[in-house]
Structure formats: C-alpha cells, structure tokens
C-alpha cells in the first residue's frame, strides 16, 4: 500500500511539473512593438538615470531593434514550419546584418548617453549576453534530452 501512494504521488509530482513547464512556453510576446518600446525605455531609465530628452532620443532606436527581432523571428518561424534550412550564405547575411544593426545601436545610444551612463549599458548588455549564452545552452540540453527519447 505505501508503494503504491509513493508511484502515485511520483506520477502526480510529474504531472504537475511537465504542465507548469508547459504553460511557461505561452509566454510568449503578446504585447504591442509599442508596449515592448515603452518597457524597454523605463528599465533603461531606472537603470541608466535617463532625462527625458534622452528617453525620446533612444526611444526610436529601441523601438526598431524590436521590430526588426519581431522581424526576424516571425520569418525564422515561417523558414522552421516550411522546414527549409539555411544556406550558408543566407546565414553569413544574417548575422552580419544584425551585426551592422548592433554596431549601429551601440554608435547612437553612445551619442546619446555621458560616459558614466554608457559604461552601465555596457555592463547592462555583458551582463544580458551572458543571461542569453546561458539561457541558450539550456535550451540545446534540452533540445538534445528531447531527440534521445
């Protein structure tokens, strides 16, 4: 009789945690470009200690950052659906594009900031770089747990 309420509470443990896992996979954007651009600028303010002029100077750049990773996205999950690969050149653009997009943004946001201002970003960007190499190879562990079973 104990073993069997201990494989029922394994069974129910399971259950819960695969739909917990489950229900954190729908939170996905579903706010505006406009709504991401206004949180965005705030957590760069109550970061960075921006003046209003400067909120509505970076405010564009933030503004097509987000648009153009909403861009990229939305055809990269069109590309996976249609099951199509890359070539290697298409890939080659890709990143260099968003390259020449980071080089860009980084240019135009240190024009806008003080010196003091732009080393917190810095450190603000090293810091979500690390967050993403980490979150990314999460995710390719359990990518790989996925395709063993």
Request: proline residues 1%; charged residues 35%.
């Given at each position: 009789?104990?073993?069997?309420?201990?494989?029922?509470v394994?069974?129910?443990?399971?259950?819960?945690?695969?739909?917990?896992?489950k229900?954190r996979?729908?939170?996905?954007?579903?706010l505006?470009?406009?709504?991401?651009?206004?949180?965005?600028?705030?957590?760069?303010?109550?970061?960075?200690?921006?003046?209003?002029?400067q909120?509505?100077?970076i405010?564009?750049?933030?503004?097509?950052?987000?648009?153009?990773?909403?861009?990229?996205?939305?055809?990269?999950?069109?590309?996976?659906?249609?099951?199509?690969?890359?070539?290697?050149?298409?890939?080659?653009?890709?990143?260099?594009?968003?390259?020449d997009?980071?080089?860009?943004?980084?240019?135009?946001?240190?024009?806008?900031?003080?010196?003091?201002q732009?080393?917190?970003?810095e450190?603000?960007?090293?810091?979500?770089?690390?967050?993403?190499?980490?979150?990314?190879?999460?995710?390719?562990?359990g990518?790989?747990?996925?395709?063993n079973?």
């Amino acid at each position: 009789m104990k073993n069997l309420v201990s494989i029922l509470v394994l069974v129910f443990a399971f259950t819960f945690t695969t739909q917990a896992q489950k229900k954190r996979g729908d939170r996905g954007s579903k706010l505006t470009i406009e709504q991401q651009t206004t949180l965005a600028v705030k957590k760069m303010t109550l970061v960075l200690d921006l003046s209003n002029k400067q909120q509505l100077q970076i405010k564009p750049i933030v503004m097509s950052k987000i648009t153009d990773r909403k861009d990229f996205l939305e055809k990269r999950k069109t590309a996976k659906a249609n099951k199509e690969k890359l070539t290697s050149d298409e890939v080659f653009a890709i990143k260099n594009k968003q390259l020449d997009h980071q080089i860009i943004m980084k240019n135009s946001i240190k024009n806008i900031l003080n010196k003091e201002q732009f080393e917190r970003f810095e450190k603000m960007q090293k810091n979500r770089m690390k967050m993403a190499k980490h979150k990314m190879k999460g995710k390719k562990r359990g990518n790989k747990s996925q395709q063993n079973k």
